[in-house]
């Protein structure tokens, strides 16, 4: 077992005449949680849709846990241990709270259709494993008491939650999050955050894309800022706060001041 | 069984005395419709084929959420797979199958179900492969093609082999026999006698329930949720690891063995078949008792099933009748009334009960729920 979770480099996307992503690689130590920030239209999402098999790179090499992996299925990927959430979050609407977890355990159980049709013991017994983690998950989250909820009803932030417990149902060895923090308010952020930390202190690695520098710079070990597709700095957020191109990519040039005296 | 009777399930007693009665009303039913004439129980027996298609229609379009109007494809190709094994056709069309088989080629019902399961599967993911990034639309114009070219193949196929008889079909395909007991004729049984149709619509009946049993299995599964994963969100599927490609695959060729069980019966309880018989109507009508009983809920795709392919025979009995009593004459034929009903059902359907006539209970809770049924 190496102690890198996840290696990519050379990480090179176009789209038409635009070059979304140049040469970006990142390296995520486990256990951490690892920080994607950059302004609008950065390639943050590109790079995440990238590494998760959504988009097909042009170039770049990827490495999950020591072992190569090429991101051109969605699904391989998850399998191989990468599991994420969307930016708008994505759930199955009309099926329960408990049956979207369910559907997270998918990838980790082997029942088929004939063992489904048969009612084998081995299916059975698996069915009642899948229920009982996912009401585990959904417990983990918090958000147990709305198990049999319809997934569309529920309120926005235990949707996200939602959407990580189904994540955490593939048992990944890192959890890709987009955008968590996005329209929540300051005390389901404050959850929020207390959520990842307790994920992290059971060893689950994070890759966090957020645009709240203030949650970024609080909860993560590690940044990488991205900006119009290129790498602009990494670091310890302490270390990045203060580096002169990021400040520019955020605020402009000429505003040097500002952004020490925030720090 | 319990599954579908959920608000009885707490008593063990009334859930057997609830199967226990509607067994006796299916095992009895043939006798009382048989006093209306043998047309009725005909009528019966073919309820439960129809049924048979909607079922297995529902795992596609009502489970995976994938809109198919070529389904009556796998019944023809039951049917046909039947009726070429079972009839004299192939034998005197080629001398070396006489050669091979010098009494004819007749087949065992437990050689042809799982030939005829098999075979429409395998032209499910025939269907399937190369749909599989189609949606909506799009989809639903591929596969009404591919219904169309099943047909047309089958209308064609008597040059320069003729393998299919083109339009005139096959004829003298064997009833089905269990050993020596032929299907075919009255049979006496504890001094009961039973009609051919009786004996058929009890077989075709068993089928069915098999069929419920295995789509309500296949619906509370690992896999039911993958389809019902698929049909809400296909990327947040594929992101939580669900190999999207061989979910549709197994949906499409599962969905057709329903159709390829329900074909052969077809076939042998007709005695005859011919491409007209799988054309894009009875696609439609499969499809319409689905969506009318209630897409993807299988109580309700069963009373979809049975009420649109009773009716029409309920119709032939009564329209002429009527008439002639209301006005002494015939004004519009029974077939025309069909038409005309069946496109009103479906107007009236999708403006009150959109869902169906028996759809999916409310799924889980939905606190939001109670002041939209007011609301209505």
Known sequence: MSDTVLKVSGVNKRFGGLQALSDVGIEIARGEIYGLIGPNGAGKTTFFNVITGLYTPDSGSFALDGKPYSPTEVHRVAQAGIARTFQNIRLFPDMTALENVMVGRHVRTRATALGAILRTRRTMEEERAIKARSLELLEYVGIRKYADYQARTLAYGDQRRLEIARALATEPKLLALDEPAAGMNATEKLALRSLLEAISRDRITILLIEHDVKLVMGLCDKVTVLDYGKMIAMGPPAEVQRNAAVIEAYLGGGHKDVATKAA | ?????????????????????????????????????????????????????????????????????????????????????????????????????????????????????????????????????????????????????????????????????????????????????????????????????????????????????????????????????????????????????????????????????????????????????????????????????????????????????????????????????????????????????????????????????????EHGVNPASRTATQRA
């Open chain 2, 1 to 361: 069984m319990g599954a579908l009777l959920p608000r009885l399930s707490q008593n063990r007693t009334a859930v057997w005395l609830a199967i226990a009665a509607v067994a006796v009303v299916l095992l009895v039913l043939p006798f009382a419709f048989g006093l209306l004439g043998n047309a009725w129980v005909r009528a019966l027996a073919f309820a439960c084929l129809y049924v048979l298609l909607a079922l297995g229609l529902n795992i596609v379009v009502g489970f995976a959420g994938l809109l198919d109007l070529g389904y009556i494809a796998f019944y023809a190709v039951g049917a046909y797979m039947y009726a070429l094994l079972a009839s004299p056709h192939l034998s005197s069309t080629f001398p070396w199958i006489a050669q091979m088989f010098p009494g004819g080629l007749h087949n065992s019902i437990w050689v042809v179900i799982p030939l005829g399961a098999g075979l429409a599967a395998m032209f499910g993911i025939l269907l399937g492969a190369p749909v599989l990034k189609l949606r909506g639309d799009y989809l639903a114009i591929v596969t009404l093609g591919f219904g169309e070219i099943i047909r047309i193949f089958l209308n064609n196929l008597n040059a320069p082999v003729n393998v299919t008889n083109g339009p005139q079909g096959i004829t003298l395909i064997d009833p089905i026999s269990f050993g020596s007991v032929s299907l075919a004729k009255t049979q006496q049984f504890l001094g009961i006698t039973f009609p051919s149709v009786h004996l058929y619509y009890y077989l075709f009946l068993v089928l069915t329930l098999i069929a419920i049993v295995i789509c309500v299995r296949l619906q509370d599964s690992r896999l039911g949720r993958a389809w019902m994963a698929i049909r809400e969100d296909e990327i947040a599927a594929k992101a939580m690891g669900i190999n999207v490609r061989n979910v549709k695959l197994l949906a499409f060729s599962l969905g057709a063995t329903f159709g390829g069980v329900s074909g052969a019966m077809f076939s042998a309880f007709q005695g005859f078949v011919s491409p007209e018989s799988f054309t894009l109507n009875e696609s439609i009508i499969v499809l319409a008792m689905i969506v009318l009983g209630g897409l993807g809920h299988i109580p309700g795709v069963v009373l979809g099933a049975i009420l649109l392919s009773m009716f029409p025979e309920v119709l032939r009995h009564t329209v002429v009748p009527v008439q002639i009593f209301l006005f002494g004459h015939v004004v519009i034929d029974a077939e025309v009334l069909r038409m005309m009903l069946y496109g009103l059902a479906m107007v009236i359907i999708m403006l009150y009960r959109p869902k169906g006539l028996w759809p999916a209970p």
